[in-house]
């Protein structure tokens, strides 16, 4: 009978996360063959700045005076970051990330918080072990990572045909080129027309006017048109549409063979929304860069309202928790590729050594991705890093070198605080 209490109590407080990390090891101690005696010495918020930007980065420093680094979220907690560190983190074998990160995860840490945590240990242990996390987390799976980014003609032609024609021809030229366009934003900038009936559904979408599915239209078969079948081509929506809506825009875009439509519904609002979209349309669907951690994408998953997940870097849970969701996808058919929009380029760099990893991986996002002067925007100039991130055409190569690849120059650090 004893044993019977003994053993419920003991999965009481492995279900419940209470009590000791049930089967974990102990992260004061070493992590058998692998442990290299380093431990974990202290965190530190570092501002960088230089020509009116900022960068925040998470510093994690261990006991061989190997550093590793993370961007750090605008949202400010710190504070109570530094508080669970120095409980959960300060004195902990830096190899053990995983237990560290089912420490962090039951003892509340904000997800974005955890995710920086993250990131910045496997970029510790890459540079502790003179290894590129890619292959730590496996190996590399491909030579190279395709990537993408937002483009459309000047403000002037948005409503010419040919100048999308044109567009498609221009990309048809470089090898494997891939447009993102949003036609539902793009056609609410026009100011005088009328887009959106005038009821919304209970979970806030809309039904676009048949003039803008029309606009919708023309744009795909228009970019087809001018590219033929070298490009592939991305709907960029950002959850305007009811059910209804989103499904009357596909049915059109079918014709077009798109990679994908991102976000036609809110996910956040009614997943099982997007699974009715889903249902009736041949256009893959895709979302999630607003949605957080392993339980959030499961339920998307189970839902099967989409059949590729745009992991957004800040909030997934760093790489412990992305290569959980990439397994689970993988197991249900789903691919991966990673959203980016202007979140800090660690972010993205840490997003790319999952990719070159990670079997389901079909592309990565690029837009607005700071020290990167090869990018398609002028702002993307190199200020912080020690080298910048480069691409080539549509494709990008890592560096190789140990940890994340990239690293910023602590010659602009303008604050340094210590959270533990």
């Known amino acids: 009978m004893n044993h019977l209490t003994n053993r419920r109590n003991f999965l009481k407080q492995a279900t419940l ?13 070493p992590l058998l063959a692998a442990d290299s005696g380093s431990r974990i010495e202290a965190l530190e918020l570092l501002v960088l700045k230089q020509n009116n930007e900022q960068r925040r980065v998470l510093k994690i420093i261990s006991s061989t005076g190997t550093a590793g680094y993370a961007d750090f979220p605008d949202l400010d907690y710190a504070p109570a970051l530094g508080g669970v560190a120095g409980e959960h983190l300060i004195g902990a074998n830096p190899f053990a990330v995983e237990a560290i990160w089912s ?28 290894k590129p996390v890619y292959e730590l987390l496996g190996g590399p799976v491909r030579d190279r990572i395709r990537i993408y980014y937002y483009g459309k003609p000047p403000k002037a032609q948005l409503e010419n045909e040919e100048a999308w024609r044109s567009l498609g021809r221009g990309l048809a030229k470089q090898p494997g080129a891939v447009v993102k366009v949003d036609p539902w934003l793009v056609y609410e900038r026009f100011g005088d027309r009328k887009v959106w009936e005038d009821t919304d559904d209970e979970a806030g979408g809309r039904m676009p006017t048949e003039e803008n599915i029309a606009y919708n239209e023309m744009v795909f078969r228009c970019l087809r048109e001018g590219a033929g079948d070298k490009v592939d081509l991305i709907h960029g929506g950002h959850g305007q549409c009811s059910a209804e809506g989103a499904i009357a825009t596909c049915k059109p875009l079918e014709a077009y063979d798109l990679l994908w439509i991102e976000e036609p519904t809110s996910p956040t609002s009614s997943m099982d929304e997007m699974a009715k979209v889903a249902a009736a349309t041949t256009v893959p669907i895709a979302t999630g860069e607003n949605l957080q951690g392993l339980e959030d994408f499961t339920r998307l998953i189970d839902k099967r309202a989409a059949s590729i997940l745009n992991l957004s870097p800040p909030n997934v849970g760093g790489l412990t928790e992305a290569r959980k969701i990439a397994t689970l996808a993988e197991l249900r058919g789903v691919q991966i590729a990673p959203h980016f929009f202007s979140y800090g ?20 996002e690029a837009n607005t991705l700071r020290e990167n002067p090869t990018g398609h925007i002028s702002r993307n100039r190199n200020q912080f890093f020690k080298e910048p991130i480069e691409f080539d055409g549509y494709y990008f190569t890592p560096s190789g070198k140990p940890g994340l690849g990239y690293e910023y120059d602590e010659k602009f650090v303008v604050s340094r605080r210590k959270l533990a």
């Open 103 to 130: 420490s962090l995860r039951r003892a509340g840490v904000l997800c974005s918080h955890r995710t920086a945590v993250d990131y910045a240990l496997w970029d510790l242990l890459g540079r502790e072990t003179g």
């Open 17 to 29: 996360g209470t009590g000791a990390l049930a089967g974990l090891p102990s992260l004061s101690q």
């Open 345 to 364: 380029p660690l972010n993205w760099v840490a997003m790319a050594n999952f990719c070159m990893a990670t079997p389901n991986v079909l592309i990565l």
